[in-house]
């Protein structure tokens, strides 16, 4: 399997140390802490890439700063396992380059164990956010 970036591998970790409904309850825990969409972004949703897989209204913003991309997600309060992958992804790929992003495995959840406690519809949500 390809290396995640340190910080996305540190999550997928603390995930591997929880058991059962632990790892849903940290992934709502995370959706707490999903960052509100930047002022500046807030006029332009309209120009965010969506993620049309998912269920939940999901919309992406990638800002590229030198190479090193920071990423905006605005994800529904009312779809918390949703918002908390987006926190994942956020934290996780905060500062990486789109070369370490394209490698970044589409299924990389299956080692968190998340497919043990989210359906596969979520899952394949989860891959379509990544992709």
């Known amino acids: 399997m390809d290396e995640l970036?340190?910080?996305?591998?540190?999550?997928?970790?603390?995930?591997?140390?929880?058991?059962?409904?632990?790892k849903l309850e940290y992934l709502l825990?995370?959706?707490?802490?999903?960052?509100?969409?930047?002022?500046?972004?807030?006029?332009?949703?309209?120009?965010?890439?969506e993620v049309h897989e998912c269920m939940t209204p999901v919309f992406i913003f990638a800002d590229n700063k030198d190479?090193?991309?920071?990423f905006h997600f605005d994800i529904p309060r009312e779809s918390p396992t949703v918002r908390g992958f987006g926190s994942i992804l956020q934290r996780g790929l905060d500062g990486t380059s789109a070369q370490q992003v394209s490698a970044v495995p589409n299924e990389f959840y299956l080692q968190m164990g998340l497919q043990k406690v989210l359906s596969g519809q979520r899952?394949?949500?989860?891959?379509?956010?990544?992709?």
Request: net charge negative; glycine share 8%; aromatic share 6%.
């Open 5 to 22: 970036p340190s910080r996305l591998q540190e999550i997928v970790e603390d995930f591997e140390y929880l058991e059962g409904q632990e």
């Open 29 to 49: 825990e995370l959706s707490e802490s999903l960052s509100p969409l930047p002022e500046w972004l807030l006029e332009r949703r309209d120009s965010m890439d």
């Open 67 to 70: 190479g090193s991309l920071h």
């Open 123 to 131: 899952l394949n949500g989860i891959g379509a956010i990544l992709a």
